[in-house]
């Protein structure tokens, strides 16, 4: 299993239906060879835009969030902690430090990300951020 950290970028496209990185996001997301890793910090970026741009596909957020096979990082102060020193190491944006700090304590092997490459979640190096077209799905 590659322990994979799904960014809130992710499940917006997956929950839109369509669009950019809609049918990429949703094959990551049942990959059955991804453990899909969490925290609370992508509930909260991505909940909140579900009433207001009624998805098509605006149950999926919430049986995303319930799966039993999803694997979270609740430890909000080791969370916080750690984003801050990351933020300030590699000038990551408040939630990207977030992503970056949850991934890594759950011992992540990737985060996938629907940021554009040369953002500032690329310099994590304690492990691999990959751009959703780049996914090799076997």
Same mark, same amino acid.
């Given at each position: 299993?590659?322990?994979?950290?799904?960014?809130?970028?992710?499940?917006?496209?997956?929950?839109?239906?369509?669009?950019?990185?809609?049918?990429?996001?949703?094959?990551?997301?049942?990959?059955?060879?991804?453990?899909?890793?969490?925290?609370?910090? /992508?509930?909260?970026?991505?909940?909140?835009?579900?009433?207001?741009?009624?998805?098509?596909?605006?149950?999926?957020?919430?049986?995303?969030?319930?799966?039993?096979?999803?694997?979270?990082?609740?430890?909000?102060?080791?969370?916080?902690?750690? /984003?801050?020193?990351?933020?300030?190491?590699?000038?990551?944006?408040?939630?990207?430090?977030?992503?970056?700090? /949850?991934?890594?304590?759950?011992?992540?092997?990737?985060?996938?990300?629907?940021?554009?490459?040369?953002?500032?979640?690329?310099?994590?190096?304690?492990?691999?951020?990959?751009?959703?077209?780049?996914?090799?799905?076997?």
């Amino acid at each position: 299993m590659i322990r994979t950290f799904i960014d809130s970028g992710n499940l917006i496209a997956a929950a839109r239906g369509s669009g950019e990185y809609s049918e990429k996001s949703m094959l990551v997301l049942s990959n059955p060879e991804y453990l899909l890793l969490t925290s609370p910090f /992508a509930r909260l970026e991505v909940l909140p835009k579900v009433p207001v741009h009624s998805y098509p596909l605006r149950s999926f957020l919430n049986e995303f969030f319930m799966e039993p096979s999803l694997e979270w990082m609740r430890d909000l102060n080791a969370i916080v902690n750690l /984003a801050s020193s990351e933020s300030e190491r590699l000038g990551l944006a408040a939630m990207d430090a977030f992503h970056v700090a /949850a991934a890594i304590l759950l011992e992540a092997d990737q985060i996938v990300t629907t940021e554009k490459p040369g953002r500032p979640i690329y310099r994590a190096d304690t492990l691999h951020v990959t751009h959703v077209a780049e996914v090799s799905l076997s």
